[in-house]
């Protein structure tokens, strides 16, 4: 989302205020800029420049409620001021006041009589934000008919098409995460795949974005690989292990190893492009299994629940994750949930949320997989011995839905785009149940569905 820091100073002091600001800014020095404007202020108080500024600053600092009231008080001075219109609408759209944010940004275009990408773009940015995705492809496409290498535009609305299934559109914009910065700079071997067969030549398939972009698209590789010779298929050393055992890639490179020579290389979320152009053509069959010589390992901790049902639990994704606060849940809102008398939970969990486990009341009846679990492969071989897996969006969803296994998905109101809108169920994977909210943080709501639900799961 970007601000608009372009408002004309009145007084020779605030102008270089202003400018000493801009520049500290642009290099993140958000608090000192911020320090500086306020004196500013204190000078000049009705120099809306200024006072929009500040509020970028604030925003900058996360701060998104003390920018608003800068922008709301700059308006005070000057209720036609565009920039203060479309950075208020920015920072409402964080605070999820989403219909006063829409309202802001409508507000900006309207006095800017339609004239900036920019506003129209941020407008989008903010239907989408409301689940309006059809209106919210019209605005970003306003805004790349004013500016057409607005890629970061094209970006944003290639997810409205996704969420609305239309792959054919979504795909080719899509395909701007490579020029927006979003894929790391490297140097790739030979030319770039774009379906063709390939027979006598080498392919490298390139990982890209997190780990369960690469057990979304793995069940493409078959179908890769039958078009030429030689496979090779970059990964994240956690899943080379279960890559293996698919048995398709005639060689699996660590991210991070060197690139051999190649003659194409193709990114990874380049293939359903190549390959998925409506809902009828998405590959579904099982494509992931449970490596032989390693589910003798959970054997004894999978027989301490006896008769009863076997769930394996995961309330967060990747801490690192910048949206993980807006998918993960706390640990104690799944025992609440699903500790019933004829479950035995296990935790899937990886990563620091595996201390809430030390929280739980009277120690909590679930088992901790996490010190016998070093990679996807173990992953997928409990997933395989388990009756079901409850988790809120993260990649052991996409794992399990690529091993069939039946997992229900607990989701915020703003979800991934692979999720759809509105639906219960899930095209990509058919054993994959999704739980929604009525609305924003609307968390209890989902918690009581999937309790209800598992009671009468396991009285069957």
Known sequence: MTNAVELSASIIDSQAVFARASELHAAGEFAQAESMLRDAIARDP?????????????????????????????????????GVWTNLGNSLT?????????????????????????????????LAEAGQHGEAVIAFSHAIK???????ARWDRALSYLYLGNFAQGWLDYETRKITGQLPARELPGSEWNGQPYPGKRLVLVTEQGFGDMLWVARYFARVKALGGELLIECRP??????????????????????????????????????????ASIPTMPYFSAPKDRTGKFASLLAAAGDRLKVGIVWSGSVTFGKNHRRAQRLLSFFQACALPDV?????????????????????????????????ADTAAVVAQLDLVIMTDSSVAHLCGAMGKPVWVLLGHSAHWLWLLDRTDNPWYPSMRLFRPRAEGDWDYVFDAVSSELMAFSFQ
């Open 146 to 152: 004013l500016k057409p290498d607005y890629h970061t």
């Open 46 to 82: 009705s120099n809306v420049s200024l006072r929009n500024a500040r509020g970028v600053m604030f925003a900058g600092l996360k701060r998104h409620l003390d920018a608003v009231w800068c922008y709301r008080d700059a308006l005070a001075y000057d209720g036609n001021a565009v």
């Open 238 to 279: 956690e899943l080379v292990a279960l890559i293996e055992t698919m048995h398709i890639a005639d060689q699996i490179i660590p991210r991070g190893s060197p690139l051999p020579a190649a003659d194409f290389h193709c990114y990874i979320c380049s293939l359903p492009g190549l390959f998925t152009q409506d809902f």
């Open 94 to 126: 964080h605070l999820n006041y989403i219909k006063s944010a829409i309202a802001s940004h409508r507000r900006a275009i309207e006095l800017s009589e339609g004239s900036d990408a920019l506003l129209y773009h941020n407008l989008g940015t903010s």
């Open 344 to 376: 035995q939970l296990y935790s899937l969990q990886k990563g620091p949320p595996v201390a809430e486990l030390t929280s739980l009341p009277r120690g909590g009846p679930i088992i901790d997989l996490d010190p016998h679990i070093a990679d996807f």
